[in-house]
């Protein structure tokens, strides 16, 4: 790629020549296909080139795909109906952004301008936003909590928050930045209820988590909470740049009582809109998300299976189709390479050299045989490289 015009931000690109898909296949211009495991960038979960939704693009474009914000279409509500039904948020509304970040930048600017407390809650480490005041977190406005110092009392670990002065808490329901680490349930049901007892408000960041990931519609109901903002990105639109902050009826009352104006170039447009309205449609009438939650039971088995093979393998964890598989940190350890090797087998994982792991998160379209001869591949890989087994 060195005479590339395109600008990678430090990123190695390992294949320049992608140039066609087929759900969680990708091909390149010589013909060798690779089984994506990281759904893209966590973008499809219904895997690439879906054509019910490439169709309901088609369909739209040939109507409209922009307009001012000022102005809407029949298709905006229809998408806003069907997320909301999703949270059972009666009486509540949606916007559509273009990005995750956004998303969550908006759902938090939101809260800002209506909570009565003076500081955002978060867990440290987890990410909520690339830009804007979720990322940069300033102290005078945000407390976090370490979960390395939590010991399984939720009382106690809480004792010193003075939640009488916190406005909302912002929660990411496992992705950890890409180091998949599942917040306790205990623990953040204790948030919720210290939160609302204190009139405040408790935001959901689903970019990662949301549209099937954890095997649920949704990671933050595998800890049974009812949030008030939810922030929706990536999956939502199946690789098509389009996002949705989902609000409460409670919180939506609140907003358009205030003074709080946003508007943005392509704010609620059809073709987005049209696109989180068949995403929705597809994996509701294919029963996917069932299907998501079977198929992550096979991932997790071929995983554990894996780690008792390979002594190197210090920590498989994860949910649904968000799993990691941590190796032990030895500074000699081939990581990287191991990574490429996968690749060049026909596999794509994400891996993070920071924190010695790979991450699977593939779509909920991936089939059981891919799962177990990605797995295969990794294993002779391993054994290869003399690693214990």
Known sequence: MANSKILNCNYDVINPAIISSDNCRIIDENGKEYIDFESGIWCVPLGHGN?????????????????GYRYSAKIVEEAAEKVLALLNFDGGKCVFLTSGSEAVEFGIQLAKKIMKGQYFLCLENYFLSSYGVAANRNKDSWISLDLSEYNGNPDDFLKDVAFEKIGAFVFEPGSASGLVKLPPKELIKA??????QNGGIFIVNEVTTGVGRTGKWF????????PDIVSMGKGIGNGYPVSVIALSKRVSDSAEKSEFRYSQSHQNDPLGCAVVKEVITVIENNHYIKRSAEISIILEHELKALQKKHKCIKDVRGVGLMFAIEFYNDENFPLERIHRELFDAGYITGFLARANLFRFDPAITIEAEQIKKMIEALSTILYKKGLPR
């Open 51 to 67: 054509k019910q939704i490439n169709d309901a693009m088609i369909k739209q474009i040939n109507h409209i795909s922009h307009i």
């Open 191 to 196: 948030i919720e209820r210290k939160i609302k």
């Open 219 to 226: 990671g933050f109901e595998h800890y049974d909470i009812c």
